[in-house]
């Protein structure tokens, strides 16, 4: 298509592309496809949300809420953020519309909070409007807080029932994901006002937060909702090794650190069990480590070759995986822009059909994946 300046109207994403957008052309085994630059130089992008009249938003861990609007990223952060703290991995994570949105205009934002305390994750809710956050309330927060500045987790996802799930790591301290009286270490369920919500499986026990949904996840950075079956699926990262992809279920464990595939940093193991009774196996995991972050299931028409394959980023190995899953196994693995060289921060479905990227860099892009042709 080269360099062009016009609107594409695709469903309902209004696209404006821009004189000097790139477009780069890849190979795959099922499709062949182009990466459009949407936007450019948003500093460690780690986020992305679609509004209904077609514009975007995206966070960028260093603290700001940005807009994309007809095709353009525009300059002034939205303004009204609640107070956090930008430090290692932690700062402003994930965003998440509201399943009511266009009535309501209510977002959820994830985030690092640091206080006299330490440092933990937080959930704040807050209403969207002439580019300014209004009606600011934190509706959850991990305790006990810490000093590290890493494993904060905070991806979100809505199931069917507008529930919210909500992960978070351990903190960088492993044995923190087997204790049931911490909050780190799991997945928390919540209503959209915070409370836990009904049914969750710890409600009736004694000593633990009846916001928790599973316990044992080292680090959830991808969180989605299959298309089929409704079920929340998740991907973590593992030490060396041992990265996981999960499906969320009520009450399970998911043995980290008693289990796993991974060793320590140091090289020494960490346990000799991959498995145990009790402790939920991944549908699938990686060795050595990709470092996966963001997660989507392609659901859109512009690409039939890969419809309901799920594609997961990538950091460390800078790449796009593509999983073919058929009776809860994986039947086929394919690695996407491989020459890319960008590390892979999330990874969305757009109401256009394409599939959409961020990348985690200084200087971090929102990609566009679209059919060659």
């Known amino acids: 298509m080269g360099i062009f300046k016009h609107l594409v109207l695709t469903g309902s994403l209004l696209l404006v592309a821009a004189p000097g957008m790139a477009n780069q052309t890849f190979s795959s085994e099922k499709a062949d496809f182009r990466l459009e630059t949407v936007a450019q130089n948003l500093e460690h992008p780690w986020s992305l949300a679609f509004l209904p009249d077609g514009s975007m938003l995206v966070t960028e861990r260093e603290g700001r809420l940005r807009m994309i609007r007809n095709g353009t990223l525009l300059s002034t952060p939205i303004s009204g953020l609640p107070e956090l703290v930008v430090s290692g991995q932690g700062g402003l994570l994930d965003v998440i519309l509201h399943p009511d949105f266009g009535q309501n205009q209510i977002l959820f934002l994830s985030y690092a909070h640091r206080n006299r305390d330490g440092m933990t994750t937080r959930v704040a809710r807050a209403r969207l409007g002439d580019d300014r956050l209004t009606d600011v309330e934190v509706i959850f927060e991990a305790l006990p807080r810490s000093n590290t500045s890493r494993h904060f987790a905070g991806r979100m996802e809505f199931d069917r029932d507008g529930n919210l799930y909500v992960s978070v790591g351990d903190r960088g301290d492993m044995d923190r994901a087997q204790d049931d009286a ?23 026990t004694s000593g633990v937060n009846d916001t928790f949904y599973t316990i044992g996840n080292r680090n959830i950075q991808g969180m989605t909702i299959h298309p089929e079956t409704g079920e929340i699926w998740s991907h973590e990262h593992g030490p060396r090794g041992g990265d996981e992809i999960n499906i969320i279920r009520a009450g399970t464990d998911y043995g980290w650190p008693t289990i796993t595939y991974g060793i320590d940093y140091s090289g020494l193991p960490i346990t000799d069990k991959t498995k145990k009774e009790g402790m939920a196996q991944p549908l699938h995991y990686w060795d050595p480590s990709i ?53 892979i921060r999330d990874v969305r479905m757009g109401p256009d059909g394409a599939l959409w990227l961020l990348t985690d860099s200084p200087r971090g892009k929102v990609y566009r994946m679209v059919p060659a042709q």
Request: hydrophobic share 35%; net charge negative; charged share 30%.
């Open 291 to 343: 470092a996966p972050s963001g997660m989507a299931f392609y659901t859109g028409d512009l690409f039939p070759e890969w419809q309901g394959d799920l594609f997961v980023g990538a950091l460390k190995m800078r790449k796009l995986v593509r999983l073919r899953i058929q009776d809860g196994e994986v039947t086929e693995e394919e690695d996407l822009l491989t020459d890319l060289d960008e590390r």
């Open 182 to 204: 911490d909050d780190a270490g799991g997945v928390h369920r919540i209503t959209t006002d915070g409370t836990p919500a009904p049914g969750n499986p710890f409600l009736d």
